[in-house]
């Protein structure tokens, strides 16, 4: 009878024998443990009232831009939008043609967008190099300082992101501090704020460093000192343990240092507004100009959606990175 009913058992019950003893198992070996016996739900139901928050937050909002952005203008009210709540209603008029300004011969996006791929790699590349480089010597080589260090590479997050920029004007102002240091060597009547790259990308290092040392020293710190001593009693030099040793490890900081640095970038503007020109516009500057202009709301929306899809490949690539490690550990 045993066989007849397993046999004729439907499909939709038909799980793994040995997996739903386990599950059983556990339960109940859990149960004999804490003396309670849970639901499934139970432990997952706490984080409903998050869901519902980030669904608010996130959710709605974003489906209210894409609502914009595939609505149409009212330019009898003052080039209003007017947003597209039902999708059967979507027109994607106004998107393709914000899309078609990437290339071809009204490509007018074109150049800020490939700006913007330019500054933000240069600008991630130096905060990786310096970041890494000023996270190492924090947690490997001061112990005796290590909390005024950290205080003093946390200290200007403290003041805001405009004021520390708006002092930076002044100190690249053709009769600034840094002009006279540069004086002896030709560049004392050169205007720094005149739309250079150089000076676009340095902001944006100067503005995002921070979150790239506080991970990596966070990483960093936590290595076993034990596993470096192993490394260098198995015959591997300083060099050869960092590479091998200190680098691996540390892999999953600099992944999530990237993100944090680079993700913000992509939609920066008032780094450019305030240290550079029209000639260093970048994505962030398009759609802060387009935001302003009569009737732009529409292809506003049709930038940020755009926007958002550019920065979602890194973020998909940083889950996937940590999904693995999670897994091989």
């Known amino acids: 009878m045993a066989r007849t009913t397993d046999a004729t058992r439907p499909d939709t019950e038909s799980e793994p024998e040995p997996q739903r003893r386990r599950g059983r198992r556990g339960e109940r070996q859990a149960a004999a443990e804490t003396g309670v016996w849970y639901p499934r739900w139970y432990w997952p139901s706490f984080s409903l009232p998050g869901v519902v928050v980030l669904a608010f937050l996130f959710v709605l909002p974003a489906y209210v831009v894409i609502s914009v ?191 944090i640095v680079t993700l913000p970038m992509f939609g920066d503007y008032y780094t450019n507004d305030l240290l550079g020109s029209t000639r260093t516009q970048m994505f962030g500057n398009l759609i802060a100009v387009q935001n302003e202009l009569s009737g732009g709301k529409t292809r506003t929306a049709s930038l940020v959606i755009i926007l958002s899809v550019i920065v979602l490949v890194p973020m998909l690539y940083y889950l996937r990175e940590t999904r693995r490690a999670s897994e091989r550990a």
């Open 69 to 259: 952005a595939f609505g149409t203008t009212d330019f009898e009210r003052f080039g209003r939008a007017v947003p597209y709540y039902a999708p059967w209603w979507w027109s994607f008029d106004t998107f393709n043609q914000t899309l078609s300004q990437f290339w071809g011969p009204d490509a007018i996006y074109q150049d800020a967008l490939i700006r913007t791929f330019a500054f933000v790699f240069s600008a991630s590349a130096i905060c990786l190099v310096l970041g890494y480089s000023v996270a190492y010597f924090t947690a490997r080589k001061t112990t005796k300082y290590k909390g005024l260090v950290l205080i003093l590479l946390i200290s200007p997050l403290w003041i805001s992101y405009l004021m520390r920029i708006y002092a930076w004007q002044g100190l690249l102002d053709t009769g600034g501090p840094i002009n006279v240091l540069l004086g002896p060597f030709g560049f004392r009547e050169t205007d720094l704020l005149s739309g250079l790259p150089i000076t676009v990308i340095l902001g944006l290092v100067y503005g995002y460093i921070p979150f790239m040392i506080l991970p990596i020293y966070a990483s960093l710190d936590r290595i076993q000192e034990n596993l470096l001593e192993a490394g260098r009693d198995l015959g591997a030099s300083g060099r050869q343990t960092f590479w091998r040793v200190t680098l691996p490890m540390s892999r999953p900081a600099i992944l999530t240092g990237l993100v």
